[in-house]
């Protein structure tokens, strides 16, 4: 019932930009707070992002802070994650999560590379 499909993704440039998105359905998704993950190879899942049902609310980790930017469209049922000036140390799968519970999106491949 409850899904989440990610898109977006891929190589990108040093510097450069990248946009996912998050559909989520199967819940009552303009209540719940959503966050963003990622898992780079060898190392544990982390936050990224977070923001709340509203969007009012956001928080980001030091090593993304002012350079990652989460949102979300009630609407459309789906949140996104803007990322701008990406390193090679962004490198990593992508996961978005109803925040509160142990649902999560598949795995997004980005990689950040010249």
């Given at each position: 019932q409850v899904?989440?499909?990610?898109?977006?993704?891929?190589?990108?440039?040093?510097?450069?930009?990248?946009?996912?998105?998050?559909?989520?359905?199967?819940f009552p998704f303009n209540t719940q707070a959503m966050a963003w993950y990622r898992q780079a190879p060898g190392k544990e899942r982390e936050l990224v992002a977070y923001i709340s049902s509203a969007g009012t609310n956001t928080n980001y980790p030091d090593s993304v802070e002012g350079r990652f930017t989460i949102s979300r469209d009630n609407a459309k049922n789906t949140v996104y994650l803007q990322m701008k000036t990406l390193k090679p140390e962004d490198t990593a799968v992508y996961y978005c999560r109803w925040y509160g519970f142990q649902y999560w999106g598949q795995g997004i491949q980005v990689t950040v590379s010249s």
């Open positions: 899904q989440l499909v990610a898109s977006g993704g891929g190589l990108v440039q040093p510097g450069g930009s990248l946009r996912l998105s998050c559909a989520a359905s199967g």
